[in-house]
């Protein structure tokens, strides 16, 4: 009980230490050769830490935007804040499925998005609350400012048309088996498919 009550004071990185070294050994060792005391050693937490957020190891499966959302966080820190916003939506999109070809297992992110087709109530990959959906709304606004972007669109029609563009990247890789590189692969159809939005 003392330990359930000291969880809800520790900081919010506990869960995401615990999310980010789980997805590590899915990549490295593979998601059935993945211990739950596996990924508390990797992530320097507790029995008590791991269980006060996920019942089983299943549950991680569904963390897969935690992880996609770090990564856009630490991105945007990294882009020039003088960037085109149009170039940075492309420079997003392949820095993103760079780390997705290299570090997530395809048959785990398979797994992941057809299950996401058959889920009950709302996907977490389609969470508008994500950082996600915050940076791409925030950087097509940006761009729509300085004339970088079509402003005849609506904020949201463009951000949704982004998102299922990558979406479709990616389901199309996974369903090819990984035969040919998706950042390269996005490198070159990412600009096509967003050419109708550029200003």
């Keep these: 009980m003392a ?21 590590q050994l899915f990549h490295d060792k593979g998601y059935n050769h993945t211990t739950v005391d596996d990924i508390i050693e990797l992530s320097g937490t507790s029995k008590g830490s791991f269980y006060y957020y996920f019942n089983t190891k299943d549950e991680l499966l569904n963390t897969l935007s935690v992880i996609l959302d770090d990564y856009y966080e630490e991105l945007e820190g990294k882009m020039n804040p003088g960037m085109n916003s149009f170039v940075k939506l492309l420079f997003l999109n392949v820095e993103v499925h760079s ?31 994500r950082k996600y959906y ?7 606004e940006e ?39 998706l950042a390269q692969y996005s490198r070159e159809c990412m600009p096509i498919m967003l050419e109708y939005f550029k200003a």
């Design 3 to 23: 330990e359930k009550a000291a969880e809800k004071t520790a900081p919010k990185g506990v869960k995401n230490k615990i999310v980010s070294a789980a997805w």
């Design 99 to 129: 780390m997705m070809e290299e570090k997530i297992s395809i048959d785990l992110l398979a797994s992941l998005y057809s299950t996401q087709l058959v889920t009950q109530g709302n996907s977490y990959l389609l969470d508008q609350n």
């Design 134 to 140: 915050r940076l791409i709304h925030k950087i097509v």
């Design 143 to 181: 761009g729509q400012k300085r004339g970088q972007i079509r402003d005849d669109k609506p904020i949201g029609e463009i951000v949704k048309y982004y998102s299922m563009c990558e979406r479709a990247l990616i389901s199309d890789w996974c369903m090819n088996k990984g035969s040919y590189s």
